[in-house]
Each structure stands twice: as structure tokens, then as C-alpha cells.
């Protein structure tokens, strides 16, 4: 049986296999709220600090009040305790938050915290990379300055549009998407960063383009430059990925997936993969 946990926000742990939404809540059925996925492994809620400030930020923007970063911490500690129960291995988190229920306007919000099993696919992109396609994502880099309504570098629950671009590349034999500006800027993946590695520098989209902050570059790039490796937020076009060393999908569960085809260019393995993968490993630990 696929193991799985769920936990409310006051810390009570519940059946994982009975409903704990209502019908009506506002996340279920408008997609008004946020989320962050996090990685559990070792008995830890990996890189929780910055998750719980992007869970902040990501409320702010939707006008959600803030989120209770103590019972938050609390709901996931007995989660994690939960899951560790198991004997289950690694895990993925997911923290939920919505704006509660639509017939109880000004009512509470709704929190949760689930933990389920790593998918197949998780192991499979760590192991062998992933092939990925552009697409536009119909977006200026500006749009999240000028209408802000968009939401752009919130997570919210809203992942429809992420989901079908991801559905279109899967049915074109493609594993992942990156995501274009409409001037072709390189923007962020459906589920995770865009990094580019040539020599030992380091580049990812900077967040004044409408990409949600990675967690997950942001501890990579803290401990890179004991490795060697320069670090930058900068634009980046589809030729700089072309004529990079590597391209990776950064995320908090997969971590760290190397991109080994393109589009039509395909990227040979490098000394540097390795270090890449030990880096990811070792910064989302700390």
C-alpha cells in the first residue's frame, strides 16, 4: 500500500484516506492559494527556513493573511515524525494553504501539510537527466511589474497552464518544458529552475522576470563558490543555454536534473556533473 500522511494545521494527524476538504474551498475550486513541495530525507524537512518565507511571500502577493510560521513548523515536525514512521524513504512534502472555504467569506484559511511517496520519476530525471522543449510561456518579462494580477514568483495553486505544457511536451516525446519570455528571455520550467552551467559559472534567471525564487539554486549557489564555481541572477536567451557546458532543472524534490537534450541540441556528460549533483545534495542538508 502507497504510504502517505496527513497532517491540519493545529498538529492532529489525520486518515490519508478520508476527504479533509470541504467541497466549497476556495483552493479546490478557483485555485486561490499557495503551496511549496519539499524535500524529506534523513528525517529532515529539507530547506524548510526558506520554504516557509516563500510560503509567506507567496500568500502576501494573494492578499492571504500571514501564514503562522510556528504552527506551520509544528504541523510539519509531527508530519515528518509521521512519515519517519513509515519506514518509507524519502519523501515529498507538500504544504497547502488556501483561503478557506467560498461559504464562509472572512473565515479561516485552510492548512495542510501532506507527505507522499518520491514518484519514479524523480529518481529517473536524478539518475538519467531529461530531454526538455521551449514553449512560450506568453509573457513579457515585465508582466509581473506591470500587472501584478498575474501573480508571476508566487506559487500559487493555480498550475493548470504548468500542467499542460507539460502534457503537450509529453506528448511530443519530451520529458520537461523551459519556459521563454515573449522576447525570448529563458523564464523557469512548469516545476522547477533553469540553471546554466559553462566553466565554472554559474547563471540562473533573475526573479525581476517573473520566475518564482528557487529554493533550491539559492542553497546551490550559497556553497558553489567553495567549489569554484561563480554564481549569478542574469537574463539568459535560448541561444546562452544552446552553447552552455550543462543546462539543469532545479527543484526541491528532484533536485538536481540534468538536461541532456534541447530542443535539437543534445549536451555530453562533463567532469563538472558530478560536483553538480554532490553540491545539490549537499546544500539543500544544510
Known amino acids: 500500500m502507497t504510504s502517505r500522511v496527513v497532517v491540519t494545521l493545529d498538529g492532529v494527524v489525520q486518515d490519508p484516506t ?29 530547506r524548510l527556513d526558506a520554504h516557509l518565507a516563500r510560503l509567506a511571500s507567496s500568500a502576501d502577493m494573494l492578499d492571504l493573511d500571514e501564514p503562522d510560521a ?39 484559511p485552510t492548512g495542510l501539510v501532506t507527505v507522499s511517496e518520491v514518484s519514479e520519476r524523480v529518481a529517473r530525471s536524478r539518475a538519467k537527466g531529461v530531454s526538455a ?37 509529453a506528448r511530443a516525446g519530451v520529458d520537461d518544458v523551459v519556459f521563454r ?14 540553471l546554466s552551467i559553462t566553466g565554472r559559472r554559474m547563471v540562473t534567471p533573475p526573479v525581476e522576470h517573473g520566475v518564482l525564487r528557487g529554493t533550491t539554486v539559492d542553497a546551490l549557489f550559497e556553497i558553489a563558490g567553495d567549489a569554484g564555481f561563480s554564481t549569478e541572477h542574469a537574463p539568459l536567451r535560448v541561444a546562452d543555454l544552446i552553447l552552455a557546458d550543462s543546462v539543469w532543472l532545479v527543484s526541491s524534490v528532484t533536485l538536481a536534473a540534468r538536461v541532456h537534450t534541447l530542443d535539437s541540441t543534445t549536451y555530453r556528460e562533463r567532469p563538472t556533473d558530478r560536483i553538480v549533483r554532490d553540491l545539490v545534495d549537499a546544500a539543500v542538508m544544510r
Open 18 to 46: 478520508a476527504p479533509v476538504l470541504h467541497a466549497d474551498d476556495l483552493g479546490a475550486v478557483r485555485g486561490d492559494g499557495v503551496f511549496e513541495t519539499i524535500l524529506i530525507r534523513d528525517g529532515k524537512a529539507c
Open 70 to 108: 510556528e504552527a506551520w513548523r509544528a504541523a510539519v515536525s509531527v508530519a515528518v515524525a509521521e512519515w519517519e514512521r513509515t519506514g518509507s524513504g524519502e519523501g515529498a512534502m507538500r504544504l497547502y494553504l488556501s483561503r478557506g472555504r467560498e461559504s464562509d467569506s472572512g473565515g479561516a
Open 133 to 169: 522543449m521551449t514553449l512560450s510561456r506568453g509573457y513579457s518579462i515585465d508582466a509581473g511589474e506591470t500587472s501584478p494580477w498575474t501573480l508571476l514568483g508566487a506559487k500559487t495553486l493555480s498550475y493548470a497552464t504548468n500542467m499542460a505544457a507539460l502534457r503537450h511536451a
Open 181 to 194: 519570455s515573449t522576447e525570448g528571455h529563458v523564464l523557469e520550467g512548469p516545476r522547477s529552475t533553469v
